[in-house]
Antibody, heavy 123, light 107 residues
Framework: EEKLVESGGGLVQPGGSLRLSCVGT????????MSWVRQAPGKGLEWVAN????????FYVDSVKGRFTISRDNTEKSVHLQMDSLRADDTAVYFC????????????????WGPGTLVSVST | DIRMTQSPSTLSASVGDRVTITCRAS??????LAWYQQKPGKAPKLLIS???ILETGVPSRFSGSGSGTEFTLTIDSLQPDDFATYFC?????????FGGGTKVDMK
């Protein structure tokens, strides 16, 4: 059974940092781009970032560029999101997701989702 | 950036109704359009890929259509399990934007 499990969420003050992690099992981790998608409380979905199978290509939504860094460790079947200079509007549930498409195309929809981890940025 | 606009934002319906949700893109995204279903407190579930391809295990009462910039999700004969929020998503270009969502609730 395919599974994605996030960890690392919590309460952090504005300007602080947090590192989210996600472990993927039940599928060939190295075959897929991986992404993070977030959802602010009561709001819609927002794609945040993605990373290629070998980690050499990464893309970000403009609102997090220069503050967030996505990385992956294929030996551990994990993907991470380092979040720095956090702001109140970063408050959201962060989902780790697996791209539906394989291959070089990073622009994809999302076949598998973790349950999410809540990040709250507040004083 | 491609902006995705869903309508309506809320839809009240009864079991057995036919429901149609519209998603409009600010640029052509064909055929890179997906639909998801989300229930409260849960992660979204992929229903439809490439505008009209039903995912394995998704009931056949769900269907997707459209091309270019206008797409629809139709639920034939709404079932109790279908009360949820539905999102469209374009994957034609970065950023991979979602529509604002359509909540289907009980009339």
């Amino acid at each position: 059974e395919e599974k994605l499990v996030e960890s690392g969420g919590g309460l952090v003050q504005p300007g602080g940092s947090l590192r989210l992690s996600c472990v993927g099992t039940g599928f060939t981790f190295t075959s897929y781009w991986m992404s993070w998608v977030r959802q602010a409380p009561g709001k819609g979905l927002e794609w945040v970032a993605n990373i290629k199978q070998d980690g050499r290509a990464k893309f970000y939504v403009d609102s997090v560029k220069g503050r967030f860094t996505i990385s992956r460790d294929n030996t551990e079947k994990s993907v991470h999101l380092q979040m720095d200079s956090l702001r109140a509007d970063d408050t959201a549930v962060y989902f780790c997701v697996r791209n539906k498409l394989t291959g070089d195309r990073g622009r994809s929809h999302f076949a598998s989702w973790g349950p999410g981890t809540l990040v709250s940025v507040s004083t | 950036d491609i902006r995705m606009t869903q309508s309506p934002s809320t839809l009240s319906a009864s079991v057995g109704d036919r429901v149609t949700i519209t998603c409009r893109a600010s640029q052509v995204v064909n055929p890179w359009l997906a639909w998801y279903q989300q229930k409260p407190g849960k992660a979204p579930k992929l229903l439809i890929s490439q505008a009209s391809i039903l995912e394995t295990g998704v009931p056949s009462r769900f269907s997707g259509s459209g091309s270019g910039t206008e797409f629809t999700l139709t639920i034939d004969s709404l079932q109790p399990d279908d009360f949820a929020t539905y999102f469209c998503q374009q994957y034609s270009s970065y950023p991979l934007n979602f529509g604002g969502g359509t909540k289907v609730d009980m009339k």
